[in-house]
């Protein structure tokens, strides 16, 4: 496989996390997407939220490609921790699907642009590791955007119960909503019988 192409598929795959992320907001009202729905607040907007500050670092910080109209809590002294993990009352549903969109273009632009050798500059990772190449960070980003990918997909099903990869594509076994019931029946027999 050429660079080129190992490239191209490593990129696609980060583009199934994104568009998995953005789905799990489909047919949803603002309050749903705002819901902090686990003891540590994790919730569909702030996952965007959060992403859009991720790949802003390791695709434009990294690599001195500073991106235009950079929101001001991006650059933000950490007063608040977890900023970037929920969205403010001031910040529309809008605002963040759009800042992650642009960011992700940003991204896509560097990725596209830089040979997989080619190496950043993280300041905020440890001094042993603040070289990273462009290969690195975009396992890193994939593999931190599907592991929020999957976050989402929780709490959607907590929502409403809708669940799977995508729109198209589950990747469940199609099934009544009794079945399920059954399986999650079974499932919690089972794990009774190992209760302390």
């Not at 496989?1 to 980060?14: A, F, I, P, T």
């Not at 003891?39 to 790949?55: A, C, D, Q, R, Y």
């Not at 921790?81 to 605002?95: I, K, L, Q, S, V």
């Not at 929020?148 to 409403?160: K, P």
């Amino acid at each position: 496989m050429s660079e080129s192409e190992h490239k191209d598929n490593l990129h696609r795959y980060l583009r199934a996390g994104r568009e998995a992320l953005l789905w799990k907001l489909d047919g949803l009202d603002d309050y749903d997407v705002r819901r902090p729905l686990v003891p540590t607040g994790t919730n569909l907007l702030g996952l965007i939220k959060h992403l859009s500050w991720v790949e802003w670092g390791y695709f434009g910080i990294a690599f001195d490609r500073p991106m235009p109209g950079t929101p001001d809590w991006f650059t933000a002294d950490e007063d608040e921790p977890n900023t970037d993990m929920w969205a403010r009352a001031d910040e529309t549903r809008e605002d963040v699907v759009d800042l992650y969109r642009r960011v992700t273009a940003h991204a896509d632009e560097t990725i596209t642009s830089l040979d997989l050798d080619t190496t950043g500059r993280i300041p905020w990772w440890p001094a042993d590791r603040q070289n990273p190449t462009l290969h690195r960070l975009l396992v890193h980003t994939t593999a931190e955007t599907h592991r929020h990918a999957g976050h989402a997909d929780i709490v959607r099903e907590l929502i409403d119960g809708a669940a799977g990869m995508q729109a198209k594509n589950s990747n469940l076994p199609e099934a009544e909503q009794s079945w399920w019931s059954g399986y999650r029946d079974r499932l919690q027999s089972v794990a009774d019988q190992f209760r302390s």
